[in-house]
């Protein structure tokens, strides 16, 4: 019997899980019955980790403990702490992912589970990639990247199907913003432009008025309790559920008791939100999502009265100034037809339901996708016989149809060159410093020839995924070489990808939402092959990391021979985290 495949929407602040039932999508709860599960991780007292509700219920009392909103981080190649560890962003999702997959388990009984993911149609190809490697590391083969915006029409386009119209998705989430313009005919979804900004979101609304309540604090109480991070955590909470009260009321009260002390005196802390005031703090950021739906509009060749409908995703979509800007923009009020918070995840299961043949394909319904922006390489010119470096040559124009391959022809520039570097970057802007760096690899074996001389065939192939590969070809000797354009893999060794499955295994608690048992010592299988990884790793160190490597395998072993299970955990975690944390 072949696996199911589920939508996962992997938000900023929550996540969600769907399936196809019936020829209907349906979500998933989670083990606590709620539809939504907050993409927050947390590390309780006993070392375990848990994801959602009990997970958010501590970031007030142990924020160091926490993890919101990581998926701002995806991709970028940071690191997050929960206490004393050091987890990548991809971990992290993967925990929240785990999550899901287990609820997904328990709901569809399959133990083998392939998803389409969402990601917001901006994400860079690194991002993209991430989101694979948290995945994978949850234990979910990710057959479809897919692009929230697009998923949301899917999720609309399902009831619509016998529509010919121009629909504009505005998806305003926690953490980011996308918009995608598509036509409908004959149940095609065509996605003909997409724009957006991957920094945008509820979290900033949110930031804007825990900004408010510090000064509130300075000027009232005369405390300042910006480094005291249990109190930036409750204000964060205070500031997420006022934002959402305002959507439906026109002022919230904010108390907070026991907010500071001064001078020996616990204070309590009380005002009140307005939505003029909230308005005034959230404005400017609002009326900059209309610059990226402008720009998507002139992307397609459509003029604003040629969109049929606004079709609203995202949480934050439900605030009354977006309505009311949107309102004015097109001279008619945006749709309501899909649920803003759960469209994304349906959509989802939508295309895993075309893929796995749950949906008839007597329904007719496809998607056609767009690339969100340009991909191109690095290039040298001559400007008045000068040499300019850093000019971004494009070989696939962004709101192209994908999957697409493309090449262009380029020419060695110095007499007798013997290499050429291919330097590949995203973005719109002429030179190469104002866009994004993907990754670069270096074609040799050039045969010594005059400037101009030698010709080089770049071909960059984008799939259905948003995943980039780069093939060249010296057009002289036919030699080629082939580049994924994948630096999330370059991030993390082997060594490590092993070490990050381990750790999600050891450190996850069974239910994912803090509920059960914590698991028990590591097999000693497991502890054999990690001893192994450990030493092979401790001959290619300097000599103090060497030291303090050997140390740990020592106390692991020790352990391991006492048969003392409770020191052999905490021997096999303090070795599987200096591992993790030491350069690859």
Same mark, same amino acid.
């Given at each position: 019997?072949?696996?199911?495949?589920?939508?996962?929407?992997?938000?900023?602040?929550?996540?969600?899980?769907?399936?196809?039932?019936?020829?209907?999508?349906?979500?998933?709860?989670?083990?606590?019955?709620?539809?939504?599960?907050?993409?927050?991780?947390?590390?309780?007292?006993?070392?375990?980790?848990?994801?959602?509700?009990?997970?958010?219920?501590?970031?007030?009392?142990?924020?160091?403990?926490?993890?919101?909103?990581?998926?701002?981080?995806?991709?970028?190649?940071?690191?997050?702490?929960?206490?004393?560890?050091?987890?990548?962003?991809?971990?992290?999702?993967?925990?929240?992912?785990?999550?899901?997959?287990?609820?997904?388990?328990?709901?569809?009984?399959?133990?083998?589970?392939?998803?389409?993911?969402?990601?917001?149609?901006?994400?860079?190809?690194?991002?993209?990639?991430?989101?694979?490697?948290?995945?994978?590391?949850?234990?979910?083969?990710?057959?479809?990247?897919?692009?929230?915006?697009?998923?949301?029409?899917?999720?609309?386009?399902?009831?619509?199907?016998?529509?010919?119209?121009?629909?504009?998705?505005?998806?305003?989430?926690?953490?980011?913003?996308?918009?995608?313009?598509?036509?409908?005919?004959?149940?095609?979804?065509?996605?003909?432009?997409?724009?957006?900004?991957?920094?945008?979101?509820?979290?900033?609304?949110?930031?804007?008025?825990?900004?408010?309540?510090?000064?509130?604090?300075?000027?009232?109480?005369?405390?300042?309790?910006?480094?005291?991070?249990?109190?930036?955590?409750?204000?964060?909470?205070?500031?997420?559920?006022?934002?959402? &009260? +305002?959507?439906?009321?026109?002022?919230?009260?904010? #108390?907070? *008791?026991?907010? %500071? !002390?001064?001078? =020996?005196? /616990?204070?309590?802390?009380?005002?009140?939100?307005?939505?003029?005031?909230?308005?005034?703090?959230?404005?400017?950021?609002?009326?900059?999502?209309?610059?990226?739906?402008?720009?998507?509009?002139?992307?397609?060749?459509?003029?604003?009265?040629?969109?049929?409908?606004?079709?609203?995703?995202?949480?934050?979509?439900?605030?009354?100034?977006?309505?009311?800007?949107?309102? &004015? +923009?097109?001279?008619?009020?945006?749709?309501?037809? #899909?649920? *803003?918070?759960? %469209? !994304?995840?349906? =959509?989802? /299961?939508?295309?895993?339901?075309?893929?796995?043949?749950?949906?008839?394909?007597?329904?007719?319904?496809?998607?056609?996708?767009?690339?969100?922006?340009?991909?191109?390489?690095?290039?040298?010119?001559?400007?008045?016989?000068?040499?300019?470096?850093?000019?971004?040559?494009?070989?696939?124009?962004?709101?192209?149809?994908?999957?697409?391959?493309?090449?262009?022809?380029?020419?060695?520039?110095?007499?007798?060159?013997?290499?050429?570097?291919?330097?590949?970057?995203?973005?719109?802007?002429?030179?190469?410093?104002?866009?994004?760096?993907?990754?670069?690899?270096?074609?040799?074996?050039?045969?010594?020839?005059?400037?101009?001389?030698?010709?080089?065939?770049?071909?960059?192939?984008?799939?259905?995924?948003?995943?980039?590969?780069?093939?060249?070809?010296?057009?002289?000797?036919?030699?080629?070489?082939?580049?994924?354009?994948?630096?999330?893999?370059?991030?993390?060794?082997?060594?490590?990808?092993?070490?990050?499955?381990?750790?999600?295994?050891?450190?996850?608690?069974?239910?994912?939402?803090?509920?059960?048992?914590?698991?028990?010592?590591?097999?000693?299988?497991?502890?054999?092959?990690?001893?192994?990884?450990?030493?092979?790793?401790?001959?290619?160190?300097?000599?103090?990391?060497?030291?303090?490597?050997?140390?740990?395998?020592?106390?692991?072993?020790?352990?391991?021979?006492?048969?003392?299970?409770?020191?052999?955990?905490?021997?096999?975690?303090?070795?599987?985290?200096?591992?993790?944390?030491?350069?690859?």
């Amino acid at each position: 019997m072949a696996s199911s495949i589920v939508g996962i929407d992997l938000g900023t602040t929550h996540s969600l899980l769907a399936v196809m039932k019936g020829g209907r999508p349906e979500i998933i709860q989670n083990r606590l019955g709620k539809r939504m599960t907050p993409s927050v991780v947390g590390l309780d007292k006993h070392g375990q980790v848990h994801v959602g509700e009990s997970a958010k219920n501590q970031l007030v009392s142990a924020p160091e403990r926490t993890i919101v909103e990581v998926k701002r981080k995806m991709g970028s190649g940071e690191r997050v702490t929960l206490g004393e560890r050091s987890y990548t962003p991809q971990e992290i999702s993967g925990f929240v992912l785990k999550s899901l997959k287990d609820d997904a388990v328990r709901a569809l009984g399959e133990d083998s589970l392939e998803a389409v993911v969402t990601v917001p149609a901006y994400f860079t190809d690194a991002q993209r990639q991430a989101t694979k490697d948290a995945g994978a590391l949850a234990g979910l083969k990710v057959e479809r990247i897919l692009n929230e915006p697009t998923a949301a029409a899917l999720a609309y386009g399902l009831d619509n199907l016998d529509k010919e119209q121009f629909v504009l998705v505005y998806d305003l989430g926690g953490g980011t913003f996308d918009v995608s313009v598509l036509e409908m005919f004959e149940g095609v979804l065509d996605v003909k432009a997409s724009a957006g900004n991957n920094h945008l979101g509820g979290a900033d609304f949110d930031a804007a008025i825990v900004e408010w309540l510090l000064g509130l604090l300075q000027s009232e109480l005369k405390v300042d309790v910006r480094n005291d991070p249990r109190v930036l955590a409750r204000l964060k909470v205070a500031a997420e559920q006022a934002k959402i &009260e +305002l959507s439906s009321v026109m002022s919230v009260p904010i #108390v907070l *008791p026991f907010v %500071a !002390v001064k001078g =020996g005196e /616990a204070l309590t802390f009380e005002t009140e939100l307005t939505r003029e005031i909230f308005e005034g703090l959230v404005r400017e950021p609002l009326r900059s999502t209309l610059k990226p739906v402008e720009a998507a509009l002139r992307d397609a060749k459509l003029e604003k009265s040629q969109i049929a409908e606004i079709v609203l995703v995202g949480g934050s979509s439900r605030i009354p100034m977006v309505h009311l800007l949107l309102s &004015e +923009l097109f001279g008619k009020a945006p749709r309501g037809g #899909v649920h *803003p918070d759960e %469209a !994304v995840a349906l =959509g989802a /299961a939508i295309q895993g339901g075309l893929k796995s043949g749950a949906i008839s394909s007597a329904t007719g319904i496809m998607i056609a996708d767009v690339a969100p922006f340009t991909l191109g390489v690095e290039v040298m010119g001559n400007a008045r016989e000068h040499r300019v470096t850093g000019l971004f040559s494009p070989i696939i124009p962004r709101n192209c149809k994908v999957p697409v391959s493309r090449t262009e022809t380029y020419f060695t520039t110095s007499d007798n060159q013997k290499a050429v570097e291919i330097r590949v970057y995203q973005g719109e802007d002429r030179f190469v410093r104002n866009n994004v760096f993907l990754d670069a690899y270096t074609v040799d074996g050039l045969p010594p020839r005059p400037a101009s001389g030698e010709s080089v065939d770049v071909t960059f192939t984008y799939d259905i995924n948003g995943i980039l590969n780069v093939k060249t070809r010296v057009n002289s000797t036919s030699k080629e070489a082939v580049l994924v354009v994948d630096k999330s893999a370059q991030r993390m060794s082997p060594l490590e990808r092993d070490l990050a499955k381990e750790r999600l295994e050891r450190d996850w608690k069974p239910g994912g939402s803090g509920l059960g048992a914590a698991k028990a010592a590591e097999p000693a299988s497991e502890i054999h092959r990690l001893l192994s990884l450990a030493e092979a790793k401790a001959q290619s160190l300097p000599e103090d990391q060497k030291k303090a490597l050997l140390a740990r395998i020592e106390a692991l072993k020790t352990a391991q021979a006492a048969k003392d299970a409770a020191a052999t955990s905490q021997a096999e975690a303090a070795l599987t985290d200096l591992l993790f944390d030491l350069d690859p």
